[in-house]
């Protein structure tokens, strides 16, 4: 593995930002300060502690990167059930973003294991 690109955590999380922000798009204007701005910034926090960790030089570094990842993760799957539930996205979009998340999520803890028993 050459880059932080390569990781398959990384292609999906930026698959999820990319979906965050077309599923928010049509979240109401008076939300672009709130749940609009917040969602995004935590879908973006995803992928960038992800490639951020990578960076660092040591697994131990690199770990409490990915957790700060997973953090911002079960952020998002909050924020998306609140959209949902606030009726700003339909099941559908709730039900890909979700499962998508869960997957990652499940990569992400895999991952992370992997990571940490190198530590």
Known sequence: MKTFRDLLIW???MALVTNCYSASSNFPKDELFGLTSQIRRCSISIPSNISEGF???TNKDYHRFLTIALGSLFEFQTQIEIAFNLKYIPESDFNKLYEDSRELERMLSSF???VKSTL
């Open 11 to 13: 292609q999906k999380a």
């Open 112 to 114: 992370m294991n992997k």
């Open 55 to 57: 960076g660092r030089g």
